[in-house]
């Protein structure tokens, strides 16, 4: 890679707090649920069946928190996952709702 100007390297870490409480994390969630929902309806895609309601977000869950090691975070591990879970089903939750509503039109 090739950089324009002088390179340093750093003395101590950088602490990234994407989330520093519970409530900017849900907000997160929500923003983005409502988002990747919009997308998918844009894109001819069904949420509510039991696959993607029910299957999906607890496969998300294995993948990221077993498959991927994410047991090793401890309690935080476990929380982050089962939320990124619980995002998986709002996101096909208001896909259902987005798609019923069109109809309903």
Avoid: C, Q
């Avoid at 090739?2 to 390297?9: A, F, L, N, R, S």
């Avoid at 496969?59 to 309690?75: C, D, H, I, Q």
């Amino acid at each position: 890679m090739k950089v324009d100007g002088p390179v340093e390297t750093l003395e101590s870490p950088i602490l990234h707090h994407a989330y520093p409480t519970l409530s900017s994390y849900i907000e997160h969630m929500n923003r983005y649920s409502s988002l990747g929902a919009e997308m998918a309806v844009a894109n001819d895609k069904r949420g509510f069946s039991f696959f993607n309601i029910v299957v999906r977000p607890w496969a998300t869950f294995f993948y990221n928190y077993v498959l991927r090691l994410g047991f090793l975070e401890g309690r935080e591990g476990l929380l982050l996952h089962l939320y990124h879970a619980v995002y998986v089903s709002w996101k096909y939750a208001k896909i259902w709702e987005i798609s019923r509503n069109a109809k309903a039109r």
